[in-house]
């Protein structure tokens, strides 16, 4: 096959207001030749990754409720029956025997044996390929993009003297991904299609019990049930798991439609459209699977509602919706026009150049992956690799890993004004809470709920994996924070006072229950763990991971508790208790510095095993916390000096890592340092179709760098909002419109020579703001829906 320069150009789209940028796009010369170079959409229940190859298409579907595994409740029950004896190893210095203890007794089980210690949960699976083949043909004029503002994924070709183009989306409105494939010249399509799901046999404990064909004479239907027959790594009960089902319905003009065993070939068509949608007997209420729900049936019943709609209609609803959100927010960076395949620009960054315009895309398809993978129609929150995945065991099990993961994934929702897209997570918290009380009794004899470091989509709650990876109650405070997040940013009180403040209540009284007296006089969490760190064990010079008080836990419950309180008190309810936890603060452990002058990331001086470790964890109050700021200086020189030996270390070598470092030298007011890390971002974890890499893939990257360069134009906190804060030297011009502040505020603003020219604040809720802007700081009160101009007084 050659391929030669394309000779057309796609048709530019709107923009939010009036800021002047290139195209949000993403096009390539060459059609994708591996998963990792295909282009996504998503409409937060179904996703598909489109290769746009012209002799043999695949396009890959995922429906997000696709996983192995049932419901059961995993916490260890004799955890309760240890924890002293634990607590007082760990007192004494005796992390080793500590663990040894705990590892049997504390470590997830099964639901049913609870012998049977769990090495994880099951996967997010892949739903079907489907492949759409056109033949040998020698092709000229290619072109492939994603335009991040409309949600389509195109491609366009010549060969034969004839023109085909390929459009894909993913449409909410419609609830149903959307295949156009047309021909220039009439009756110019051939084409066979077909569905199929990679082989489950080599894989380590899931077989499917799978088949596809023709049904109902234009449809492709591909059905089957997960079988877990238990060989190899203990990862749960066996016997029959989820059901699941896809189909793609094949609409045609022209021509002729007929089956050939389980394929159907089309000949002579005009255009074809495809219709692909999936379903599973997944019910989200109880997270839990409905055995006598049909996928199939469901399929049916969805088929009647999309099949009575064009093509034209459900594109212009599509575009209608998706760029609605994509364009609450406009950003641009001054830029000479560079008309090049997104590939070459990155390689030519990755090779030491600068493009600004490929920053701002890295920040806008953060918003667009993350409005794919996390809104309704879907119900479940965004995992470790959006909703995108061709795996049937993924890599980490692509689950909702709570040690940062899971939270990062979300960073950028609000101050992005996707406030929507946390919807799925926040249910998420909600529902996940049942398994949590079960969890907190069984394991720590303790009220309210928690979780651990990781989970599924059936709300598992228990300490997963090993003791060094899994010892992380606090990541449900953590998580707690986020649900604060959506009323800091709306202030929607009646949220506040029914879905946020009750989570968070029964959060605080595990806190409450969970905390223990240390030798030191501290109420400290224990067992735990720093994540996913190690240090050496001054008794044994061996490494260890389980302690008490690591410096992460002790943030967390600061940041936790203090917006615990405030929301008690707006609500005017359990003031009683929540002013007690003024008291429990008051007894943790303070954040320390070492003789070095580094933040302590352990209750003792411990040395690291690992100095560049990939998470930062005793830099949480720097961010996303707020509690280590300039007043804070001790602190705040402590927190750079840390972040300087880490990387000095090797730091930073994984894709989300580096995205938490670019936040962090935006608090730290660095931008150069910001630059630098988006940079290197670029250089080492971003690959070809824009996708994170860990290595292997892994969106937070993307969400986490997005969150990055709105911190360096933005930060807010209690009734404070900050201009330009840490603007790199080479983002000299540029303007951004329609990001949110704390407090229900919308911030916009321009600026040359880095120097700000305008600056407007919308009040969303009539509240006062103090807005800085280089050491000067002006105090307004807009009212509610008003925009007010700020740069004159700054």
């Known amino acids: 096959m050659k391929y030669r320069l394309p000779f057309f150009l796609f048709m530019l789209t709107a923009y939010a207001a009036n800021a002047q940028q290139q195209p949000l796009k993403l096009w390539y010369k060459q059609p994708a030749t591996k998963w990792m170079e295909a282009l996504p959409v998503g409409n937060g229940r179904l996703g598909a990754m489109v290769y746009g190859h012209p002799e043999a298409e695949t396009i890959q579907v995922n429906e997000q409720t696709l996983w192995g595994g049932v419901k059961y409740n995993d916490a260890n029950p004799n955890s309760l029956r240890v924890l ?34 769990l090495g994880h949960f099951r996967s997010y699976q892949t739903l079907m390929n489907l492949h759409i083949l056109y033949g040998k043909k020698t092709v000229s004029a290619y072109r492939r993009e994603l335009d991040l503002t409309t949600g389509i994924a195109g491609s366009q070709f010549t060969a034969n003297n004839n023109t085909y183009t390929q459009e894909v989306f993913a449409t909410a409105p419609g609830n149903v991904i959307v295949v156009r494939i047309k021909s220039g010249k009439p009756h110019g399509l051939q084409t066979t299609l077909y569905l199929d799901r990679p082989d489950t046999k080599n894989a380590a404990t899931l077989y499917k ?4 064909g023709v049904w109902e004479g234009n449809k492709l239907l591909l059905q089957g049930q997960i079988i877990d027959k238990n060989e190899g790594e203990d990862r749960g009960p066996e016997g029959r798991h989820m059901k699941f089902a896809g189909v793609v319905t094949v609409r045609q003009q022209g021509g002729s439609l007929l089956a050939k065993g389980d394929s159907l070939v089309v000949t002579g068509a005009d255009e074809i459209v495809l219709l692909i949608d999936g379903a599973t007997n997944y019910d989200f209420s109880h997270l839990s699977l409905d055995e006598k729900a049909d996928p199939v049936q469901k399929l049916q019943t969805a088929i009647k ?101 899971l939270q990062m994934n979300y960073w950028q929702a609000e101050e992005g004004n996707l406030s929507e897209t946390t919807a799925p997570l926040i249910a998420f918290m909600d529902h996940i809470r049942e398994q949590g009380r079960i969890t907190a009794r069984k394991m720590y004899g303790a009220r309210g709920w928690v979780m651990h470091h990781a989970t599924d989509a059936f709300g598992k709650t228990g300490l997963q994996n090993e003791m060094y990876y899994g010892t992380f109650p606090m990541a449900t405070a953590w998580m707690c924070m986020h649900i604060w997040d959506h009323y800091d940013f ?39 763990y720093s994540p996913e760190n190690s240090y050496k064990d001054p008794a044994t010079g061996k490494g260890a991971s389980l302690t008490y008080a ?53 209750i003792k001086e411990y040395d690291e095993e690992e100095p560049g470790h990939r998470h930062m964890s005793h830099l949480f109050s720097l961010y996303p916390g707020s509690q280590i700021n300039a007043s804070t200086p001790e602190l705040f020189a402590g927190a750079r000096k840390s972040l300087e030996y880490r990387l000095a270390h090797g730091g930073g070598h994984t894709g989300w890592s580096r995205a938490w470092i670019i936040n962090f030298y935006a608090r730290l007011k660095d931008g150069e340092k910001v630059y630098e890390n988006v940079q290197a971002l670029f250089k080492k974890s971003i690959n070809s179709n824009l996708f994170d890499d860990h290595p292997p893939f892994q969106i937070d990257g993307n969400f986490g760098s997005a969150a990055g360069i709105t911190e360096a134009l933005m930060q807010s906190g209690d009734n404070t909002i900050e201009l330009l804060p840490a603007l790199p030297a080479a983002w000299s011009r540029g303007e951004i419109k329609g990001i949110r502040a704390r407090g229900g505020f919308e911030v916009s603003m321009a600026w040359e020579n880095n120097q700000l020219t305008k600056a407007t604040i919308k009040s969303l809720t009539g509240e006062k703001v103090t807005v800085t802007y280089k050491g000067k700081s002006v105090a307004i009160q807009p009212a509610k829906g008003v925009e007010m101009s700020v740069e004159k007084q700054l």
Request: with cysteine; aromatic share 10%.
């Open 490 to 528: 709306t202030r929607d009180k009646n949220y506040l006072a029914n879905t946020a403040y009750p989570i968070m209540h029964e959060h605080a009284l595990f806190i409450k229950d969970f905390l223990v007296k240390s030798p030191e006089g501290y109420l400290v969490t224990a067992p735990a």
């Open 209 to 212: 019990d799978c088949k596809s």
């Open 305 to 405: 509602k999309y099949s009575r709609i064009g093509y034209d209609q459900l594109k212009q609803e599509h575009i209608k919706d998706h760029s609605s959100f994509m364009n609450r927010v406009a950003f641009s960076l001054a830029d000479t026009t560079v008309d090049k395949p997104t590939d070459e620009r990155l390689n030519a960054v990755k090779n030491g150049q600068y493009d600004a315009h490929l920053t701002v895309l890295l920040f806008q398809y953060g918003r667009y992956l993350l409005l794919g993978s996390s809104r309704k129609p879907g119900v479940l929150p965004a995992n470790l690799q959006g909703i995108w995945n061709n795996h049937i065991d993924a890599p980490w099990d692509a689950d909702f890993h709570t040690n940062i993961n």
């Open 84 to 117: 002293d004896s634990v607590r007082s190893l760990l007192f004494a210095g005796k992390p080793a025997a500590a663990q040894d203890l705990a590892s049997p007794n504390m470590i997830a089980v099964d639901g049913e044996n609870a012998t049977k210690l």
């Open 550 to 602: 690591p410096t992460m836990d002790n943030q967390i419950i600061r940041e936790f508790l203090q917006r615990y309180i405030t929301a008690a008190h707006i609500l005017k309810k359990d003031i009683a208790f929540a002013d007690s936890m003024q008291q429990v603060m008051a007894q943790l452990p303070p954040t320390r510095v070492g003789k070095d002058g580094r933040i302590l990331e352990w």
